[in-house]
């Protein structure tokens, strides 16, 4: 990134950047000096094992959980989200993976909830308009506005989610796996929405555990491991099987032992481009001194799911 000045607001620089970012719970370290980028019109996918820590992030951006260490810059200015209402001040959407939809009320009753558009009374007419008129942007497939959230598909009601909270006409999205619980034709149909975000120029952040939904709509993938960064990827050009030796840990796997062979220029890590900051060099670690993180794992009831060799 160039040391420009005084760049234009959402111009060149991310939307949304973290850097340092630490979190700990007790004596689990969650996150160690985490850096991330989102900028306007990207979509960022957030990648890592159970326990990586990407929940937390999550929560760090939207306000649930204060860091310990690090600074989150959003629209070049440096923030605190203190609580999940300051997030959303700021810009910052979250769709949690529970989705929070009330199931025996509408879709129109759903998306208002809680900031329903009042003249004297709830004005019902103007709700309507405006959900029928978000569902249109988004292309949604909602076969009425009128209907209980309870009879609709997982896809449907993921669309609900993400249209609520468009409401506040936030810059960046965040999704917790949105395509965890979805069918096949559900799951294109959240990879479109997604799509549309992304054109409307919203930065969006999703985690994922799946490969294909992650290469079909992220600009850029960024894995955690343990805690860390291991690697920022461009998700055109790099394979899945990349993907998941950094994801798992170069040394625990086939495709990183054979990159190992090959020698370090071959690794994932070698497909880190220039957009990570600190991650860049953890990447080089990951292939070159892959045991060497190992045992920094943080002990008893800490990180679940690590290196596969529990
Ligand atoms: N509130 C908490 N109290 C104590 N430990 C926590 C808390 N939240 C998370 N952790 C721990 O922090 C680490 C990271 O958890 P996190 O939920 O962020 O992982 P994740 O990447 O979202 O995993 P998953 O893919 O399983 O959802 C784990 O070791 C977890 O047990
Ligand atoms: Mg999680």
Known sequence: MSPSPTPPAG????????????????????????????AAGEVVALVGDNGAGKSTLVKVLSGVHAPDAGTI????????????????QLGIATVFQDLALCENLN??????????????????????????????????????????????????????????????????????????????AQTAEVLNLIERLKERGHGVLMISHNMADV???????????????NGVFDARTTSAEELVAAITGAADNVVSRRAGRAGPGTGA????????????????????????????????????KGAGDE
Do not use: C, H, Y
């Open 11 to 38: 111009a060149a620089g991310p939307l949304l950047s973290l850097r340092g970012v630490s979190k700990s719970f007790g004596a689990v370290a969650a996150l160690t000096g985490v850096d991330l980028d989102v």
């Open 73 to 88: 810059t959003f629209e070049s200015r440096e923030v605190s989200i203190p609580t999940p209402a300051a997030a959303q």
């Open 107 to 184: 879709v129109i009753e759903n998306l208002f909830l809680g900031r329903e558009m009042r003249a004297l009374r709830l004005d019902d007419v103007a709700m309507e308009v405006r959900s029928r008129e978000l569902l249109t942007q988004l292309s949604a497939k909602i076969p009425s506005v009128g209907v209980p959230v309870a009879a609709l598909s997982g896809g449907q009601r993921q669309t609900v989610a993400i249209a609520r909270s468009l409401l506040g006409d936030p810059k960046v999205i965040i999704l917790d796996e949105p395509t965890a619980a979805l069918g096949v």
């Open 215 to 229: 290469q079909a709509v992220a600009d850029t993938v960024a894995v955690l491991r343990l805690g860390r960064n």
């Open 269 to 304: 890590a070698a497909e880190e481009g220039g957009r990570a900051g600190a991650g860049g060099a953890q990447d080089a670690d990951a292939v070159e001194e892959p045991d060497d993180d190992r045992p920094e794992r943080v002990a008893p009831g800490g990180l679940r």
